[in-house]
Each structure stands twice: as structure tokens, then as C-alpha cells.
């Protein structure tokens, strides 16, 4: 049994959160990893800005006001850069960011990581290209997002859902392009289909109160849009995401440059539900074009596939197989034991 620590410094939130509130990617991430690290045998504690300590599916929960251990077996900052040099005794230094690299290219993050020299674990291809090969770093390892089991248990349809697709992401990641998209080319096709809008600034805890003026707009220009198909939402937990994604055809999600590694489509590719996106940041890895959806950069060959999809009952069928087939076949669980490998 390894002793394994990880330290994040961004919002509030600690394991008993996804079941009460949404959860963004980076925050599910932690918290599944390190349910995932307790169930390989480990010993796990988490220090974050939790409010208090608490211990949940085995992980110890701390607030990171308090002192870190100097020593582990592996130690995981993640994301913030300030917890680089925590732990300063740790056997094995893991350096864990979500979303491309470049803003890593100035001299205060970069003296740290080359006194540190951490392994950098990068969760998709394409965040891996935005790190120079002359950057330091102990290793650089690519592990992508794993998917929580309850994604990954649903038997074949047999009851094909309805006309309805659904966005699950920040509304500041090209919801306005979708919803025009939506209003001007699918729409008229489609009479009886909706787009249910799940998203807000609820998902992103404090930080997304800051943003909620600029996501406001975009909110308000969904909701007036009812009459083109358009159903606002509220973001939910997980464990409602599994019922809204069994009524559901298909997720559609431009993509966006700066994307984490985008745990809702791979959750709802596991889910067999396909996806329409574009050739955008790292969310085509998520996707096998013309098997489990469609990477389409045209936006009218991407509107023509969102009707496609809502209204030919075969071709969803063979997609919706697709994804059983081919998108459920790496868990948590699979993840945690790369991030193992790096201690043995």
C-alpha cells in the first residue's frame, strides 16, 4: 500500500459533491481518481478547499489551510502551480494539468517545474502538443479521463428515445453558436426536436459566480428561443445525467481550444449516445468519426447531421451499438493504475 497525496487549490468541493451538486471535469477528475487510487489498496488523502475533514469511499478529505505531510510515496498537484513544490520529500511528484499547456511558457511557472522536474501528466493528445519538448519535466504521460462506472453499465436500447438532443457543457464554450445553428438550420427540418441546455454557472462553484455577467447573455438568448426547440436547463449531478442522457439521441458540443478533456461526452459516449463535433481542442479524441458520430468542421454538414441522427431510427441504432462497443472500455480504474505505474 502506497501513501498517495493529492492538493488542489481551486473551488470549494470534496468527494460527497458530485452527489448533491454539478461537478466541472477537472473537480469530477479528483475526486474518481482518487476514489479509483482507495480501491487499488492505497492509502489517499486530498487536501483541497474542502470545509471541513471528512473521509468518504476510503478518501480523507482535508482542508489545505492545514499543513501537507512532507512525504508520500506520490504526491499529485493538481492544476495550481503553487502546489508544485509541496511535499517536499515525496518519492514520486506528479504535476497534473487539464487544459493545454502554454500558459505554463512564462518564467514563473517555468522555474518551478525545472527545479521539480514532476512527471506532467496530460489527459489527451492534444494537451500534450501544447508542451514544448524543450519545457522541463521529469516525464511527460498521457492518461486520458476515465468514465465513472454508472456510464458505462446501460444494456442496448430498445426503446429508441426521441427527437432530443442535449449541450452539457459551460455556456461560454460556443453555446451561442449552437443555438443559432440550432434556430436557422435545424429547426425548420426538424419541427418536433429540442435542444436541452444544461448548463450554468452552478457547475463551477465560486469561480463561476464571477463569470455569470458574461454568461448571462447567452443564458437569456437560450431561454428566448423556446419556440425554436430550445429547453434551458439547470446543470444536475451525475446521477441525474444518467436519466436525462436515457431520453436522449444525441450530445452536441463544438468543442472548445481550451477544453479539459470534456468528461461529459465521454460519459455520454459510453452511455451510447452519439456525438456531433467539430475538429476543436482535444474533444475529436473523444469521438471515432462515422462510428460513434461525427467530427464535422462545416457547420452545415454538422446541422445535417444533427437531423440525420434525430430522424433516421437505423442509423442511431448502429451508432448507439457503436458506443457500447467501442467508448466504455476505459474507467477510472484503468486511469488510476497508469497514475500507479508511476510509483512502481
Given at each position: 500500500?502506497?501513501?498517495?497525496?493529492?492538493?488542489?487549490?481551486?473551488i470549494?468541493?470534496?468527494?460527497?459533491?458530485?452527489?448533491l451538486?454539478?461537478?466541472?471535469?477537472?473537480?469530477?477528475?479528483?475526486?474518481?481518481?482518487?476514489?479509483?487510487?482507495?480501491?487499488?489498496g492505497?492509502?489517499?488523502?486530498?487536501?483541497?478547499?474542502?470545509?471541513?475533514?471528512i473521509?468518504?469511499?476510503?478518501?480523507?478529505?482535508?482542508?489545505?489551510?492545514?499543513?501537507?505531510?512532507?512525504?508520500?510515496?506520490?504526491?499529485?498537484?493538481?492544476?495550481?502551480?503553487?502546489?508544485?513544490?509541496?511535499?517536499?520529500?515525496?518519492?514520486?511528484?506528479?504535476?497534473?494539468?487539464?487544459?493545454?499547456?502554454?500558459?505554463?511558457?512564462?518564467?514563473?511557472?517555468?522555474?518551478?517545474?525545472?527545479?521539480?522536474?514532476?512527471?506532467?501528466?496530460?489527459?489527451?493528445?492534444?494537451?500534450?502538443?501544447?508542451?514544448?519538448?524543450?519545457?522541463?519535466?521529469?516525464?511527460?504521460?498521457?492518461?486520458?479521463?476515465?468514465?465513472?462506472?454508472?456510464?458505462?453499465?446501460?444494456?442496448?436500447?430498445?426503446?429508441?428515445?426521441?427527437?432530443?438532443?442535449?449541450?452539457t457543457?459551460?455556456?461560454?464554450r460556443?453555446?451561442?453558436?449552437?443555438?443559432d445553428?440550432?434556430?436557422?438550420?435545424?429547426?425548420?427540418?426538424?419541427?418536433?426536436?429540442?435542444?436541452?441546455?444544461?448548463?450554468?454557472?452552478?457547475?463551477?462553484?465560486?469561480?463561476g459566480?464571477?463569470?455569470?455577467?458574461?454568461?448571462?447573455?447567452?443564458?437569456?438568448?437560450?431561454?428566448?428561443?423556446?419556440?425554436k426547440?430550445?429547453?434551458?436547463?439547470?446543470p444536475?449531478?451525475?446521477?441525474?445525467?444518467?436519466?436525462?442522457?436515457?431520453?436522449?439521441?444525441?450530445?452536441?458540443?463544438?468543442?472548445?481550444?481550451?477544453?479539459t478533456?470534456c468528461?461529459?461526452?465521454?460519459?455520454?459516449?459510453?452511455f451510447?449516445?452519439?456525438?456531433?463535433?467539430?475538429?476543436?481542442?482535444?474533444?475529436?479524441?473523444?469521438?471515432?468519426?462515422?462510428?460513434?458520430?461525427?467530427?464535422?468542421?462545416?457547420?452545415?454538414?454538422?446541422?445535417?447531421?444533427?437531423?440525420r441522427?434525430?430522424?433516421n431510427?437505423?442509423?442511431?441504432?448502429?451508432?448507439?451499438?457503436?458506443?457500447?462497443?467501442?467508448?466504455?472500455?476505459?474507467?477510472?480504474?484503468?486511469?488510476?493504475?497508469?497514475?500507479?505505474?508511476?510509483?512502481?
Amino acid at each position: 500500500m502506497a501513501k498517495i497525496i493529492l492538493a488542489d487549490n481551486g473551488i470549494s468541493f470534496d468527494g460527497k459533491s458530485a452527489l448533491l451538486s454539478p461537478m466541472g471535469g477537472a473537480e469530477k477528475a479528483l475526486v474518481s481518481l482518487s476514489e479509483s487510487l482507495v480501491d487499488l489498496g492505497h492509502e489517499v488523502l486530498v487536501f483541497n478547499n474542502c470545509l471541513k475533514n471528512i473521509v468518504y469511499k476510503g478518501v480523507n478529505w482535508i482542508p489545505i489551510s492545514k499543513n501537507l505531510p512532507d512525504s508520500a510515496d506520490l504526491y499529485i498537484a493538481n492544476r495550481g502551480d503553487k502546489l508544485i513544490n509541496l511535499v517536499p520529500k515525496a518519492k514520486h511528484r506528479v504535476f497534473w494539468i487539464h487544459n493545454p499547456a502554454s500558459y505554463l511558457m512564462k518564467w514563473r511557472y517555468l522555474h518551478k517545474l525545472w527545479r521539480r522536474r514532476p512527471c506532467i501528466v496530460f489527459s489527451s493528445n492534444y494537451h500534450a502538443q501544447t508542451y514544448p519538448s524543450w519545457a522541463p519535466a521529469g516525464e511527460k504521460l498521457i492518461i486520458p479521463y476515465g468514465v465513472d462506472k454508472i456510464f458505462r453499465e446501460r444494456k442496448m436500447v430498445s426503446n429508441l428515445p426521441g427527437p432530443k438532443a442535449v449541450f452539457t457543457s459551460n455556456p461560454l464554450r460556443s453555446l451561442d453558436w449552437l443555438l443559432d445553428l440550432w434556430s436557422k438550420f435545424v429547426f425548420s427540418r426538424a419541427p418536433n426536436a429540442e435542444l436541452h441546455v444544461f448548463s450554468g454557472s452552478a457547475t463551477y462553484g465560486e469561480y463561476g459566480k464571477t463569470k455569470e455577467t458574461i454568461m448571462k447573455p447567452i443564458l437569456e438568448k437560450a431561454n428566448a428561443l423556446a419556440d425554436k426547440g430550445i429547453v434551458l436547463r439547470e446543470p444536475v449531478p451525475s446521477q441525474d445525467l444518467v436519466s436525462e442522457l436515457s431520453a436522449s439521441r444525441i450530445i452536441v458540443y463544438r468543442g472548445d481550444s481550451n477544453e479539459t478533456f470534456c468528461s461529459s461526452l465521454g460519459e455520454a459516449q459510453a452511455f451510447g449516445v452519439p456525438a456531433i463535433v467539430q475538429d476543436l481542442g482535444c474533444v475529436a479524441e473523444r469521438v471515432i468519426d462515422n462510428k460513434t458520430g461525427y467530427i464535422l468542421d462545416n457547420e452545415k454538414e454538422f446541422a445535417d447531421a444533427i437531423v440525420r441522427l434525430l430522424e433516421n431510427d437505423s442509423l442511431w441504432k448502429e451508432m448507439h451499438l457503436n458506443c457500447l462497443k467501442y467508448q466504455r472500455n476505459w474507467g477510472w480504474r484503468d486511469a488510476a493504475k497508469k497514475f500507479e505505474s508511476i510509483i512502481n
